[in-house]
């Protein structure tokens, strides 16, 4: 059964220093996507990253990258030189390609960043 | 702007009582989605329609329903209302399936 699992509930930084979130991931096929999202305090849902499992190549994208490791089932995300604008709920996402409709998401982890 | 919009917005009512809330995907999204955010449960999936049908569900309640209608948009009916079933319930839409998802503000559903 595909699972997700965000082990900070919530982590506090101050300015300017990065911060990387965890997501480790369950699944038994070999086939399927992984996701962030982020909730900012205005509560809508903003989608930040699709990675396939077969593309471990890890991105960048401006301050953001992600870290993609399947020997470990891990999908890590982290913020460089963090901002207050980045203070929000993330949460990782998996989508097996056997129940691909179904997307699940993991607990979140909530990102405190003090000026 | 996702370009998913949800109605109502906020909603309060009694134990017992039965609502609807509606969902309009983006232009051309086939998929919609429904999740229940909780302080407690987290984001939880509850069902998935493409293009009319039923496609996955979730943990949905028995007293919940779901139905995409031939233009796209899709409704959540919540019967019996329960105190727990107060949350924020999102739906999203995508263009096909294993996309991203774009959300929808979410309605607020408040039970008394």
């Known amino acids: 059964a595909q699972k997700v699992t965000q082990a900070q509930t919530e982590i506090s930084v101050v300015e300017k220093e990065d911060v990387t979130l965890d997501c480790v991931y369950e699944?038994?096929?070999?086939?399927?996507?992984l996701f962030w999202y982020k909730q900012p305090p205005s509560g809508e849902l903003v989608f930040l990253i699709r990675?396939?499992?077969?593309?471990?190549q890890n991105e960048i994208s401006g301050r953001y990258s992600w870290n993609f490791q399947k020997s470990t089932s891990s999908f890590n995300f982290t913020i460089t030189a963090s901002q207050v604008v980045d203070s929000a709920v993330y949460f990782c996402a998996l989508s097996e390609l056997t129940s691909y409709d179904k997307v699940i998401f993991g607990p979140g982890t909530s990102l405190s960043v003090i000026p | 702007d996702s370009g998913v919009t949800q109605t109502p917005k906020h909603l309060i009512t009694a134990t017992g009582q039965r609502v609807t809330l509606r969902c309009s995907p983006r232009s051309g999204d086939l998929s919609v989605y429904w999740y229940q955010q909780s302080l407690d449960q987290g984001l939880q999936f509850l069902i998935q329609?493409?293009?009319?049908?039923?496609?996955a569900k979730g943990n949905i309640l028995e007293r919940f329903s779901a139905q995409q209608f031939p233009d796209l948009h899709s409704e959540l009916n919540l019967s019996s209302l329960e105190l727990g079933d107060s949350a924020l319930y999102f739906c999203a839409s995508s263009k096909g399936l294993a996309g991203e998802l774009f959300f929808g503000e979410g309605s607020r559903l408040t039970v008394l």
């Open positions: 329609y493409y293009n009319g049908e039923e496609r």
């Open positions: 990675r396939n499992s077969f593309d471990e």
């Open positions: 699944t038994r096929d070999t086939t399927y996507y």
